[in-house]
């Protein structure tokens, strides 16, 4: 009954906000006057569908074409608003990482450890560091580092030989060290948040120094089923899907998968929520 009232409440606002911009000078703006003193216009203009929706467009139309996003820069300056720095970050799904959404990762990764020789590998995102500390622990012959605008907590955390981690934007960290080879690099839930140009300066940069790259990151709104006619589409908020395939064959990556899985977030009511997971390999020689 509620969702059939607003229904009828957006229909006959818009109706009636088409009339007054068709019918009457400045049409918006009395409609907007109008609506001040009428309770169904009122409640039109309050109607959270909309508000959402512009909210969203006003996002995207201001952080498009920048090449760092405001949630980026946002979470540099206080790295404690998203949570990926606490002790607990991911616990609330199941204390087993790799049950964990951001752990889904780990098998991918062994996988490529089987098959390849892997000596460097590096997380981008790290966040309280569990994941790549998961990974050290098991792979004490090689050596890991992950990386995060704030790696405070996951330094407290996990003391490991064979790990270390840095507090840098990580596309800075990869152009200081230019001749730096990396043999893997991964992230999990960190590319949605970047922007195209953030993207392509990113693929730019693994070109030169990285032989694998693995992602994990969730999707949703059925965009995994769309055609893709744009390589990177809005979801909401700081939120972007990217069309990797798009992506990593423009800067000479061949892709080894690129398949969605369907996920049940214990913390979240959204039934839609898909994993993408991409494994690409540089089909530049690095040795």
């Known amino acids: 009954m509620k969702k059939l009232k607003e229904l009828v409440n957006l229909i006959v606002g818009f109706l009636i906000l088409l009339f007054f911009i068709i019918f009457k000078k400045q049409g918006s703006g009395k409609f907007y006057i109008k609506a001040q003193d009428n309770k169904l216009l009122n409640n039109f203009l309050k109607s959270k569908i909309l508000g959402q929706l512009f909210k969203n467009f006003r996002y995207l139309e201001k952080n498009i074409d920048k090449e760092i996003s405001e949630n980026s820069i946002i979470y540099k300056n206080d790295p ?23 752990g889904l990762v780990v098998p991918i990764i062994r996988d490529i450890f089987k098959k390849n020789e892997i000596q460097t590998v590096v997380e981008i995102g790290t966040g309280n560091g569990d994941v790549v500390a998961h990974l050290a622990k098991e792979y004490n012959e090689k050596k890991f580092i992950g990386i995060d605008f704030n790696t405070g907590t996951a330094k407290k955390k996990h003391d490991l030989k064979n790990l270390n981690f840095i507090s ?42 990285c032989k694998f790259v693995i992602i994990s990151d969730p999707t949703w709104n059925g965009v995994h089923k769309k055609k893709l006619i744009k390589n990177t589409y809005h979801l909401e908020e700081g939120v972007f899907f990217h069309n990797h395939k798009y992506y990593f064959e423009t800067f000479n990556f061949n892709i080894l998968a690129n398949n969605f899985t369907h996920y049940k977030h214990e913390t979240s009511s959204r039934p839609d929520i898909y994993i993408n997971n991409v494994i690409a390999k540089n089909l530049k020689d690095l040795d």
């Open 80 to 102: 404690s608003l998203r949570k990926y720095g606490d002790s607990d970050c991911g616990q609330t799904e199941d204390v087993n990482i790799e049950k964990q959404q951001r």
């Open 168 to 209: 840098d934007y990580a596309l800075d960290y990869f152009l200081k060290f230019k001749d730096t080879k990396i043999d893997l690099v991964f992230a999990s839930s960190t590319f949605i948040f970047f922007l195209p140009k953030e993207m392509e300066k990113y693929l730019k940069a693994f070109s030169e120094k």
